[in-house]
């Protein structure tokens, strides 16, 4: 059974950085393309960033752009989601996805989600 469990959330200032993990077990990590996506209260949820299964080539919304970076550590299972400058408006629970093909945008693996509060 594949199983996503992300960590790394909390509550940061504007300005501030965080680090989100997302360790990935139940099947072999290169496996699977992955992703990060958020949803704010009252609003759907939305992709934030993706790495493709050779991290070579990585997708970011444009509201992140520039300030968030997605990486990869096969050796760890695990995918990362840097966040600098953060904005209040970055404000949701975050979560990752994994999926099986780098060329289709359905992901078939979901985390639990976690936290992050950005402070004004």
Do not use: H
Not at 55 to 83: E, P, W
């Amino acid at each position: 059974q594949v199983q996503l469990v992300e960590t790394g959330g909390g509550l940061v200032q504007a300005g501030g950085s965080l680090r989100l993990s997302c360790a990935v077990s139940g099947r072999t990590f290169t496996d699977f393309a992955m992703g990060w996506f958020r949803q704010a209260p009252g609003k759907e949820r939305e992709f934030v960033a993706a790495i493709r299964r050779t991290a070579i080539i990585t997708y970011y919304a444009d509201s992140v752009k520039g300030r968030f970076t997605i990486s990869r550590d096969n050796a760890k299972n695990t995918v990362y989601l840097q966040m600098n400058s953060l904005k209040p408006e970055d404000t949701a629970v975050y979560y990752c996805a994994a999926k099986y093909s780098d060329y289709v945008s359905r992901y078939d693996y979901w985390g639990q989600g976690t936290q992050v509060t950005v402070s004004s």
